[in-house]
C-alpha cells in the first residue's frame, strides 16, 4: 500500500522553529520528485519546495527562500522540511506530495498526497 506520512506539525511562536518529516511506504522516494506544499485557511494550497531526485535540485518558494531547507534521507525514506524563523502567515496544513514527474509535481497534480500536519505560528 502507497502512503506518505507527515509528522512534526504543532504550534510554535514567531521566529522559532519546527522540522516536518514525511515518511513513504509502498514505494521508494529516490525514484521520485518529492514537495511540500501548504494551504491556509480559506487559501488555494501552494507549492513550498520541492527536491528532484533526477538531479538533487531543490526549489523554493520566495516568501521560504533561506528560511525553509527541503532534504531527502533514501536510507530512510523520508523526505523532510526544516522550518526556520517561521513567521505567522506560515500558518497552514502542510502536505507532501510525490510523482514521478518534476512537472505534474509542480503543478500541483501529484499521483501521491500525506494526509497533512498543521503548523500554526502564533504568540
Known amino acids: 500500500q502507497v502512503q506518505l506520512v507527515e509528522s512534526g506539525g504543532g504550534l510554535v511562536q514567531p521566529g522559532g522553529s519546527l522540522r516536518l518529516s514525511c515518511a513513504a511506504s509502498?514505494?521508494?522516494?529516490?525514484?521520485?520528485?518529492v514537495g511540500w506544499f501548504r494551504q491556509a485557511p480559506g487559501k488555494e494550497r501552494e507549492g513550498v519546495s520541492y527536491?528532484?531526485?533526477?538531479?538533487?535540485?531543490?526549489y523554493y518558494e520566495d516568501s521560504v527562500k533561506g528560511r525553509f531547507t527541503i532534504s531527502v534521507d533514501n536510507a530512510k525514506n523520508t523526505v523532510f522540511l526544516q522550518m526556520n524563523s517561521l513567521k505567522p502567515e506560515d500558518t497552514a496544513v502542510y502536505y507532501c506530495?510525490?510523482?514521478?514527474?518534476?512537472?505534474?509535481?509542480?503543478?500541483?497534480?501529484?499521483?501521491?498526497w500525506g494526509q497533512g500536519t498543521q503548523v500554526t505560528v502564533s504568540s
Open positions: 506530495a510525490a510523482d514521478w514527474s518534476l512537472g505534474d509535481l509542480v503543478g500541483g497534480n501529484p499521483d501521491y
Open positions: 509502498g514505494f521508494t522516494l529516490d525514484d521520485y520528485e
Open positions: 527536491f528532484s531526485s533526477s538531479d538533487g535540485g531543490q
